[in-house]
């Protein structure tokens, strides 16, 4: 089952340029996790929002949380070439602890 | 990830064999987990398991088997029974005592079956 649903798909922007991504999801959460996968490789950890927090940093990344509209967001900052890979948002949710639901993903291209 | 093994990189296997793909962890944690994934599609778990000598099966389980004999290993067998054994899988593992640690991904296993 998936419950995450990420918008857009795809997304091609210029070096420099700030990607949007965004997440929405189907039930309540104890927390929501972004993770990024370069092509052909595992998925590497981004960033954690638990249930009660509504903005997180780490360096370029902006993540927030918006638990009455079931959806969340991760902004990169001037971006760059190497940030070209697909990012996943996933879920933990209370029905389903430890296991996390994966969304399918946004395909970011940053054009040099 | 360098703590989470997972082999061979590339698979091919003929339609009709039980192929078993390994995944090994150096970092003592407790849970380990079997995400398969499609082009185009997110993860979808296969199996998990939290302790040593028991697992659950996850969404996709169907024509999968697995067993957690040691904490350091979680092999995933995909038998004949699955009828579109063809995709990228991913092992990962999770410190389960640390209620919102995140899942450490290994880098994957191509299984190709003609």
């Known amino acids: 089952s998936q419950q995450g649903e990420e918008d857009p798909q795809a997304l091609s922007i210029q070096e420099g340029e700030n990607a949007t991504m965004n997440c929405s999801y189907k039930?309540?959460?104890?927390?929501l996790q972004w993770y990024r996968q370069n092509s052909g490789r595992g998925l590497v950890h981004l960033i954690l929002?638990?249930?009660?927090?509504r903005e997180k940093h780490s360096g370029r990344l902006r993540v927030t949380l918006d638990t009455s509209k079931k959806s969340s967001s991760l902004l990169i900052t001037a971006s760059r070439a190497a940030d070209t890979a697909s990012y996943f948002c996933?879920?933990?949710?209370?029905?389903?602890?430890?296991?996390?639901?994966f969304g399918q993903g946004t395909t970011l291209q940053v054009k040099p | 990830d360098g703590g989470i093994t997972q082999s061979p990189k590339y698979l091919f296997r003929k339609e009709g064999q039980n192929v078993t793909l390994s995944c090994e962890q150096n970092l003592n944690h407790d849970a380990m987990y079997w995400y398969r994934q499609d082009p185009g599609q997110g993860l979808r778990l296969i199996y998990y398991s939290q302790i040593v000598n028991d697992f659950q099966k996850g969404d996709i389980a169907e024509g999968y088997s697995v067993s957690r004999e040691k904490k350091e290993s979680f092999p995933l067998t995909v038998t004949s029974a699955q009828k579109n054994p063809t995709a990228f899988y991913l092992c990962a593992t999770k410190r389960e005592r640390d209620y919102n640690s995140p899942l450490h991904f290994g880098n994957g296993t191509r299984l190709t079956v003609t």
């Open positions: 929002i638990r249930s009660n927090e």
């Open positions: 996933a879920t933990d949710s209370p029905s389903n602890t430890g296991k996390l639901i």
């Open positions: 039930t309540s959460i104890n927390n």
